[in-house]
């Protein structure tokens, strides 16, 4: 993102980059695997074993992910729009964003008080929640390798 | 407030004269057909003579939902990952285990200057707002709405993160059954969580669960929530007592009324894995909720904070373009 309008566009991006690998290694942490395979033994991470912190986490995630997000997206509508576009790997980025922030928003909901879902919808949200990680995992790594942004001039 | 058919009434008949077990007791008339409120159960501790009828009823009753695994078990990997084999204990009553899903605890206590032998049925709290249900990574736990927690055998890998994250360390794993098999046996998953289901499917259809139904002395009691809680209250009331569920996790839909405070209770049980605890619990999933309320401010935030960074670069940017459009 080299935009000129945008100069604290490298501090977010490493904030961005920072808070999505916390997130996922939070999510997988939702998973009882970090104990079984020894990675909450090393030195250091132990706290990944801690089912309730792993979760706080991934919700302070979120929070800061929804105000980037909401920061981002004014300054694009406001002043980026009118000098540059979106590329095509960024759509594909803002659809499965947009996947896993709704069906996230679906698990924060299910799991406040008073929210009951059905049985069926509750797995589906769960399993499609992780689906769209991989999946945007897999195409975030597809981009850095063709090395395409999210921003190009007009 | 439990009110019998006379079908239910005849077949409770034959229960005690110990041929029919608990088939047939039907929910209180206010609870039929009210599968949108929150049911809960009211246990009177002081009523409780520890005969485990209720063992006995949740036994016979939930036989077909226990599980029958298959030998040998698959080798595990890594090797820190311990079978949990029940199937040949199936008679250890004095525990929670994938087979015995409610327990009498027994506690010496001294009441009035008097000591006393207290017994009471221990099982699922079912939480209103359960940790295990809403930390499941697959969904497997589930609250239902009739405040019932279940957890799906079918669904269930059993790794054991709801008994991790419940506060009385309920749920217990049996290996060898279950959808893991199917999957990466050694590698994930070891087998499936049992615990109380408050009988669903008795509930379902419009029967009452097999241990309140087979208690003789009446010791538990089903009803709307308000109104359990009320009649919790009101005993407490009466006897000096103490009520145990009606806060601790932000509370349960099982609720303890008992004529000594429940620290004393909890000082004189046997504790320890398959025998929860009496201790107060804070609620596990508060911060998670207010966390959950910051998620709704952030996006405004964040547009706010945009709006204020950007808003004179957008002016500035439209008058110069008006400029150049004039020219």
Redesign the interface.
């Known amino acids: 993102m080299e935009q000129n309008?945008f100069p604290e566009h490298k501090y977010i991006t490493r904030a961005y980059i920072f808070i999505i690998f916390m997130m996922t290694l939070t999510g997988f942490g939702?998973?009882?695997?970090f104990k079984?395979?020894?990675i909450a033994d090393i030195p250091g991470l132990g706290w990944l074993a801690e089912?309730?912190l792993t979760?706080?986490i991934h919700?302070?995630g979120?929070?800061?992910l929804?105000?980037?997000?909401?920061?981002?997206?004014?300054?694009y509508f406001?002043?980026g729009r009118?000098t540059f576009r979106l590329t095509g790997p960024a759509y594909v980025r803002i659809i499965l964003l947009s996947a896993i922030t709704l069906t996230g928003?679906f698990r924060?909901?299910?799991?406040?008080?008073?929210m009951?879902f059905s049985?069926n919808f509750?797995?589906?949200?769960?399993?499609s929640h992780?689906v769209f990680v991989m999946i945007f995992l897999l195409a975030a790594a597809v981009f850095l390798f063709m090395k395409t942004g999210w921003l190009m001039p007009k | 407030m439990q009110k019998l058919s006379r079908r239910s009434f005849l077949k409770a008949g034959l229960a005690a004269a110990g041929t029919l077990g608990t088939s047939g007791l039907a929910l209180p008339a206010s609870v039929r057909g009210a599968d949108t409120n929150e049911l809960a159960t009211l246990i009177d501790i002081r009523k409780c003579v520890g005969c485990e009828a209720c063992v006995d009823a949740c036994q016979e009753v939930n036989a077909h939902k226990f599980p029958e695994p298959e030998k040998p078990f698959p080798k595990m990997y890594?090797s820190?990952?311990k079978v949990a084999d029940w199937s040949e204990k199936r008679d250890v009553r004095d525990r929670l285990t994938p087979y015995t899903w409610v327990f009498i605890q027994n506690a010496t206590v001294t009441v009035n200057g008097e000591e006393q032998e207290l017994s009471f049925p221990r099982r699922c709290m079912h939480c209103?707002?359960p940790p295990c249900a809403?930390?499941?990574?697959?969904?497997?736990a589930?609250?239902?709405?009739n405040g019932i927690t279940r957890i799906?055998s079918d669904?269930c890998l059993g790794?054991?993160?709801c008994k991790?994250?419940c506060p009385w360390k309920i749920p217990e794993r049996q290996t060898g059954v279950g959808l893991y098999l199917d999957i990466l046996p050694s590698l994930?998953g070891n087998g499936v969580m049992f615990k109380c289901d408050r009988c669903y499917n008795r509930i379902e259809k419009g029967e009452l669960p097999a241990c309140i139904g087979a208690c003789p002395e009446d010791v538990q009691t089903i009803g709307p929530r308000e109104e359990i809680i009320k009649q919790a209250r009101m005993i407490a009331k009466e006897i000096g007592g103490y009520i145990y569920g009606e806060t601790e996790n932000?509370g349960t839909n099982t609720i303890y009324v008992s004529p000594v405070p429940f620290e004393t209770l909890n000082k004189a049980i046997e504790k320890g894995p398959g025998r929860p605890h009496f201790d107060g619990v804070e609620d596990?999933?508060a911060?998670?909720?207010n966390?959950?309320k910051?998620?709704i401010i952030?996006?405004?935030?964040?547009?706010a904070?945009?709006?204020g960074?950007?808003?004179k670069?957008?002016k500035n940017?439209d008058a110069s373009?008006g400029k150049e459009g004039k020219r």
């Open positions: 309008f939702q998973m009882p695997i079984r395979y020894y089912f309730y979760h706080y919700y302070i979120a929070i800061l929804f105000a980037i997000f909401a920061y981002c997206t004014a300054g406001l002043v009118h928003i924060v909901l299910k799991n406040l008080p008073d009951v049985p509750t797995m589906f949200i769960d399993i992780m | 890594p820190r990952v209103q707002n809403d930390l499941c990574p697959w969904g497997a589930r609250k239902l709405e799906h669904i790794g054991q993160k991790a994250v994930a932000g596990a999933m911060h998670a909720d966390l959950a910051a998620m952030a996006p405004l935030a964040g547009v904070a945009g709006v960074r950007f808003y670069a957008a940017l373009r």
